[in-house]
């Protein structure tokens, strides 16, 4: 059980999504912040001289000033099995899938690699201050076992699933509707609600699953109604195209998903680029979220997600934001809202450092459905945190000497900012920032012949 503990620090936490970079209202800053842990949870927060007052006399104190104490980043989509494929040469999604990915997961049926892979997955989150994710395991349970025990090793709140897919990929990446649905019953039975862990259904995409394997997914989302389901959704054209030819009696992509009832509020769909008006109605309907991956749509050239049109439509359509490892470029979400930042720029709109960081941390953890556990500094909360300095770079440095407000500071995190930001991520009140790993010199030998 965890001692209690007092942290010092500037405190930034969100109310509600940002209106504008004027919207004051939106969020909670405290100059002098103090936050009282106790049992991985935050008993006080506030002044640092009020929060002090109602600590005990004997505390074990952390100041972390001048440095800002945010809740720990959230990612909505990755996948940890792809660790060793990210910075893979391809010309679009479905070469990148086929040349690299599928072969690396063929792999993960191997549980020695798996829980090596998974214990770097874990590493990466916590340097970058990534403190919950969604991510998709391999179609293997061996993959599925590892990623929630790493998870539980560190007292992380993870979601995951073992990936079922019956078609479309290399023998050793199949199962059957009906392996896929008894080891996806199996995890959830081993693992859901284990520690801080959440099961997702996760069938892969509809290219990857036969129409009987989708109605093992929706037996499975009747059954267990709570869970997550995560899958892909309108990545790239190609994807598109492909997907109208398996499905004919679908009026487009998002409708065979509906059909096989598998769009609801904890439905994460990862990417859903080119949605048409009819598509984004429907996820609007449904309560669906969709995900916003810049590294990856740009690394893959698969398109500029427009997040502020879907954001203001008369049906709005829920959004988050992720990584998506291995398409995805960075492990750092302050890497992935500068690139965020970037398409919207090139689409005529404003992404300002305020909505950004709501995003990374309680816009996320709303699309997630755990606001009240993770997202925020409120009391009760899990002490889930990230520590964060402006000038930890000699170029950032620099800049911080000319800046003046909030928004400005957020904003050269979000556009120079990656792992060496972060000071320290906290789990569960816990400090959790691994240490260099020392293991790839080896490789490095091997890659200079």
């Not at 929630?148 to 993870?158: N, T, V």
């Not at 829920?318 to 960075?330: E, L």
């Not at 709501?358 to 002490?383: F, K, P, Q, W």
Request: aromatic share 8%; with cysteine; glycine share 8%.
């Amino acid at each position: 059980m965890n001692h209690a503990k007092l942290i010092r620090g500037r405190l930034l936490s969100f109310k509600r999504a940002p209106l504008a970079l004027t919207d004051i209202e939106s969020y909670r800053y405290e100059h002098d912040g103090g936050l009282l842990i106790s049992n991985g949870k935050i008993a006080a927060a506030g002044d640092y001289a009020a929060v002090k007052a109602q600590a005990p006399e004997e505390i074990e104190e952390i100041d972390h000033r001048p440095h800002l104490i945010l809740p720990g980043f959230i990612d909505c989509h990755m996948h940890f099995p792809q660790m060793q494929v990210v910075a893979s040469y391809a010309g679009n999604l479905l070469e990148w899938l086929n040349t690299y990915t599928f072969p690396e997961e063929c792999r993960f049926v191997e549980s020695d690699h798996a829980a090596r892979i998974a214990a770097h997955f874990y590493d990466e989150l916590l340097r970058h201050g990534t403190t919950t994710a969604a991510a998709y395991c391999t179609v293997h349970k061996t993959s599925a076992d590892a990623y929630f025990a790493e998870a539980m090793k560190r007292g992380m709140c993870m979601v995951g699933g073992k990936v079922m897919m019956d078609r479309n990929a290399p023998q050793g990446l199949l199962d059957t509707p009906q392996i896929g649905y008894d080891e996806t019953r199996a995890v959830i039975a081993e693992w859901h609600g284990k520690g801080r862990n959440h099961v997702a259904i996760t069938p892969r995409f509809a290219i990857t699953s036969t129409p009987q394997q989708m109605k093992a997914a929706q037996a499975l989302a009747q059954e267990f109604p709570d869970l997550f389901i995560q899958t892909h959704l309108s990545e790239n054209h190609e994807e598109i195209r492909y997907t109208g030819e398996l499905y004919p009696e679908a009026k487009d992509y998002t409708d065979i998903y509906a059909q096989y009832g598998l769009l609801g509020k904890k439905t994460l769909l990862g990417h859903a680029i080119h949605l048409s008006d009819r598509e984004a109605d429907a996820l609007s309907e449904a309560g669906a979220i969709a995900i916003h991956c810049p590294t990856s749509n740009l690394f893959l050239g698969s398109g500029l997600f427009p997040m502020k049109a879907l954001m203001r439509r008369d049906k709005p359509v829920r959004v988050a934001v992720a990584t998506d490892i291995g398409g995805g470029s960075s492990y750092s979400m302050l890497r992935t809202m500068d690139e965020a930042y970037k398409i919207q720029q090139l689409l005529g709109e404003r992404l300002n450092p305020l909505e950004s960081f709501y995003l990374m941390t309680r816009g996320n953890a709303e699309a997630l459905s755990m606001v009240e556990d993770i997202g925020t500094l409120d009391v009760g909360s899990t002490a889930d945190l990230v520590v964060l300095n402006a000038a930890s770079t000699p170029a950032m440095q620099l800049r911080m000497e000319t800046i003046k407000t909030l928004p400005e500071e957020l904003f050269l995190l979000q556009t120079m900012g990656d792992d060496r930001a972060v000071v320290e991520t906290y789990v569960a009140g816990m400090a959790r920032k691994p240490v260099e790993r020392g293991e790839t010199a080896a490789a490095s030998a091997g890659a200079s012949a």
